[in-house]
């Protein structure tokens, strides 16, 4: 195998690497159908490559089939850029010549670029630079004759160079090219339909041991900023899904018209934003009743007890503004008293039994005496319950293994408590978040989902959480600080270790690169003509005689005008490298003619060099000459027009 397949095999992993842990297994398909029978060949366990040119139209309908139905076409971002990946992989089976590396290695960066319009982080757009790099690289190698590549090192690293200084000669363009060309929203026929990601794991309901996969995750969900009074830690419930349905231990969302809330608001408590990270479509989080201001291009849908789902427009990422309210309700109708009661036939006796002895004389009173059975009878808060196994996994629970997280113990809660017929629904959510004070924001990430039961009370919702007594430390610290507690095992040296690590210099160092990032990712993904605007004021007031009206386009003529001149400079510097290389050939086969050789069909001039010299018949000065040509045509930065017009002069006074 040349270096040239192993150099397109590692481009073509580098291409693939950030996709294979993102949950889509059509890629890591495509890599492996893509790459497997080329190390099979480098192996020499067999040579599969004319059965694959054969088998390429089969994988490409079939790619296309799949695309098609998944994806519903191609007119989205998702399915375009997985048939680029199909190209991506086809161009490596039948890459042949020089044209065929082009195009597999442009094909790689489109699909590349393609995914960057779907993830657009600062981490990617690094990534991006880096294989836009070695795309670069490998493109200039390739065209090289092999002879030079083979044994010419200082032929290399002048290209490496000349490479490296047109790279980082074109960063400065980028961003300011990024900065001042028009941000202009061209509303292009590209939406296509998308397919939906319950990434939150709330979207149709809660089974008690759904949250160990979750919790065990630190992906972030959203951040929130508060404009004005924020509420305790220990009140940061941010409620997602009403679950009103149970089949004796599992919740779901009734089916069935909306019921709306009947409340009065009385007077304004918090105001609020969430921007939400890589979620497609997801419940809105938000704090206990709230009216939504203002949200992303999107389709707004209310749900049962004043919670909200949004489906955004194309790929940007869910984000609303909202303010919550101290309410007060009327009474719940018999309907809506009916489906808080629903109890499935199959409620075992001794849970019966067990909910009549913790009835209280009041809602309040039972809360409390179901709370105090959990802790009397060494009911443990565990992490990783696992699935429990039984016909009555209720029962399973509140009488054998008494072990469980949030979602155990709420849904155990709420049943006892419909059977004492006090209205009562689980809430899918997440509780607290991580306060970065730098940029004075929460951080709610997957570990920080919560379910808690919320039980209508004095003619009101409110929570009854077991939570807070069972496991104190997740809701007053939160999440990451209740792991350590859990692991460490309540020590009694686990207060000081939480205190020492949230002031420690890498936990500020973490906390400020989170808010680093966190600004410029803002900047860079919602950067558009109102923001532009906005940045580039400064600039503006300094033609103030010249910009009336239209901000537009006055950038829209600076952008062209720049352009312009870069096109022209670029131009004007290729033809006079023309011109130098014109020369340049031509004083070379003038060279040839006075040597009365010349190279072979294929042959490059390094190998013609070495074939002369074995010959015996070039001397110190015609040497010194081809090595010259050789440097000036593959390197022309490493010379100079004086240095051509030396090489020029010292041909035409050749005698031999």
């Known amino acids: 195998m040349t270096w040239k397949r192993n150099a397109h095999l590692l481009y073509i992993f580098l291409i693939f690497l950030p996709f294979f842990n993102d949950g889509y297994f059509e890629l890591i398909l495509i890599f492996l159908l893509g790459t497997l029978p080329l190390l099979f060949q480098n192996l020499k366990l067999y040579h599969p490559l004319k059965k694959l040119k054969k088998t390429k139209y089969f994988f490409l309908i079939a790619s296309l089939l799949y695309i098609f139905f998944q994806y519903k076409g191609l007119r989205n971002i998702e399915g375009a850029s997985l048939f680029l990946a199909t190209l991506f992989v086809l161009k490596l089976w039948e890459e042949e010549s020089k044209r065929d590396t082009f195009l597999f290695l442009l094909i790689g960066l489109l699909f590349m670029v393609s995914k960057f319009l779907i993830h657009q982080t600062p981490f990617f757009l690094i990534y991006l630079i880096i294989i836009s790099f070695l795309f670069l690289i490998i493109t200039s190698f390739t065209s090289m004759d092999n002879s030079l590549l083979k044994d010419d090192k200082e032929m290399k690293r002048h290209r490496i160079k000349e ?46 041991g759904d949250f160990e996969s979750l919790i065990s995750s630190k992906d972030e969900v959203f951040k929130v900023h508060f404009n004005g009074p924020t509420p305790g830690y220990n009140k940061l419930y941010w409620r997602g899904v009403i679950l009103s349905f149970t089949d004796g231990f599992s919740w779901k969302k009734t089916s069935g018209p909306l019921k709306k809330s009947t409340f009065k608001r009385k007077h304004k408590l918090f105001e609020y934003k969430l921007e939400y990270k890589n979620i497609e479509e997801s419940p809105v989080f938000t704090l206990a009743w709230p009216i939504i201001n203002k949200h992303s291009p999107g389709r707004l849908k209310r749900k049962n007890g004043e919670t909200f789902s949004l489906r955004p427009r194309r790929n940007k990422a869910l984000k609303f503004s909202a303010t919550s309210y101290d309410v007060s309700f009327k ?13 499935p036939p199959k409620i075992g006796i001794k849970t019966k039994r067990l909910a009549t002895r913790l009835k209280g004389a009041t809602t309040q009173e039972t809360i409390f005496n179901i709370v105090d059975y959990y802790k009397k009878n060494n009911f443990l808060f565990d992490l990783s319950p696992g699935r429990y196994q039984k016909e009555n996994q209720l029962e399973e629970f509140l009488f054998e293994r008494k072990r469980g997280y949030c979602e155990h113990f709420a849904s155990s809660m709420a049943i006892l408590l419909r059977l004492n017929k006090i209205p009562t629904r689980l ?88 808010f680093i990032y966190y600004k410029f990712s803002h900047f860079f993904s919602q950067y558009n003509f109102s923001n532009q605007n906005s940045f580039l004021k400064p600039f503006f007031n300094l033609f103030p005689s010249i910009i009336t009206i239209n901000k537009l386009h006055f950038l829209t003529l600076m952008v062209i005008i720049f352009i312009f001149l870069s096109v022209g400079f670029l131009t004007i510097s290729s033809l006079s490298l023309e011109s130098s290389q014109n020369k340049l050939e031509a004083y070379f086969n003038k ?34 000459l081809i090595d010259f040509y050789i440097s000036a045509k593959y390197s022309p930065s490493s010379v100079n027009h004086a240095g051509i017009k030396i090489f020029i002069n010292k041909i035409n006074n050749l005698r031999i």
């Open 163 to 208: 490479i490296r200084n047109l790279f980082i000669a074109s960063l400065p363009l980028s961003i300011l090219l990024f900065i001042f060309f028009p941000r202009i929203h061209l509303h292009l026929p590209f939406g296509g339909q998308k397919i939906p990601i319950a990434q939150t794991g709330f979207s149709q309901g809660i089974t008690p």
């Open 331 to 343: 009474n719940i109708s018999s309907d809506d008293m009916s489906t808080y009661l629903q109890l």
């Open 427 to 514: 809430v899918g959510g997440f509780m607290g978040g991580t306060y970065n004070a730098y940029g004075k924001y929460y951080t709610v990430r997957n570990e920080d989902a919560h379910a808690w039961p919320e039980v209508w009370i004095d003619k009101t919702w409110r929570n009854a959480d077991p939570t807070p007594s069972l496991a104190p430390t997740r809701i007053s610290l939160g999440a990451d600080a209740y792991f350590l507690n859990f692991f460490l095992k309540d020590s009694p040296i686990v207060p000081g270790l939480i205190l020492r690590r949230a002031q420690s210099l890498w936990r500020q160092l973490e906390l400020q690169f989170d």
């Open 591 to 624: 060279l040839c003619k006075k040597l009365k050789q010349k190279p072979k069909k294929g042959e490059g001039p390094l190998a013609f060099k070495e074939r002369l010299e074995k010959g015996g018949v070039l001397n110190e000065q015609t040497v010194s």
